[in-house]
């Protein structure tokens, strides 16, 4: 253990600083200690890197790898569309295919349209409920991420609670969008929520968030709370937009609104959708989709042949294992959940491990357990950052932010290799 070298990751990241800003293409890569990597190959629930260490793999590419690394049918599909051409400019019979599928299992689908991000799929989710509605603004939640696109980048994860915006450098636009475009709600507050609404209501076209508060935390909303804004938006006619890039297929086939029970006017849909290939999509009430049919929706990439049928395989499986596959998946993310906090207390780590489907968000320090993203933001960062740097170490490839994504190609005995690995990882931070 902690044996590994970095010389080729460290030798690629000297060359990528000198052509890249900060050497990387999404800039949380930039800090993952002992240092960024540059990787070779990925297979299952294994990655490797240039330097040859092969890690257990709980970044899952930020989400998408729900079915692991290079899964089969995924692959196969690919393959041989590869062979029939990537790009047309025009339809292809699988596009009707996938919308049909995504209908079939997200209860809020009537209609579907691709994109290729998630960030561009809230955009069109928002500009198709400021069209539908005639009005102008978007209430989004303190702490939840929709992506980088400017206006829903106000208090994104790791922004104080209930202060504003967080401070950026004045070129990035979002202080000015909050209040005439953006209004900003502490989430899982029904009061605060039917406040705001009372106060803007009449003027708020979208309210979007997070049906599970991923990003701000991994908190469930409490027992009725989405009901009671599904209901606030009905009362002021605002529509109800999830953000499901990360929920959607990894909660559940229809994601956290089947979880849930709340039907949302608008879904979001991306990451697990294409098996890591670059799809996302809006998926909603047929009355709201077509108003694109007035406002259009554009992009060259959008339904790419080798990313829908990689979308309709990765659906294929989960559709179709669905009954072995996510209870599979819940038992693989308890028992590492289960398995941390116990090491946690044996260690004297205050370290929680919050759960939701086949996602764990690690907290340090935080009040126990965590409920609202006041709490986690009072858990500490650089613990969880030491605490990925030693996995790395020893072969485990998780998130300083203790964001880990659990696949169906993870195995027992991957668990048991990480449990081990956080074994000694936790006796190093705790020391
Ligand atoms: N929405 C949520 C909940 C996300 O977690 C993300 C990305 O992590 C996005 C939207 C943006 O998706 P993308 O990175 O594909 O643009």
Redesign the pocket.
Known sequence: MNAKTFAGSEKYMRRAHQVIPKGVNSSRRAVLRPTPLAFTSALGSRITDVDGNEYVDYVAG??PMLLGHQPPRVIEAVRTQLAAGVLYGGQHQAEAELAERIVRMVPGAEMVLLNV????A?QAALRMARAATGRRKTVKFEGH????IDPVTANGPGSPAGTGPAPRPAIVADHHLVGPEILICPWNDPEALADLLGRHGADVAAVIM?PVA??GGNLWADEGYLATARRLCDQHGCLLVF?E??TGFRLAPGGAQQRTGVTPDLT?L??ALGAGFPI?AVAGRAEVMRIAEEIGHAGTYNGNATSVVAANAALDVLESDQDSLYPRLERLTNELADGIERLAARHGAPLQALRAGALIRLHWGAPTPARTYADTLAGRTEPLRHLSEHLIRSGVHARDTGLWYISAAHTDDDVDRTLAAVDQALAAVSR
């Open positions: 930020y989400g991000t998630g960030s561009e809230v991420y929709h992506g980088w997070e991923v990003n953000d890039v990360v979001v991306a990451k996302s």
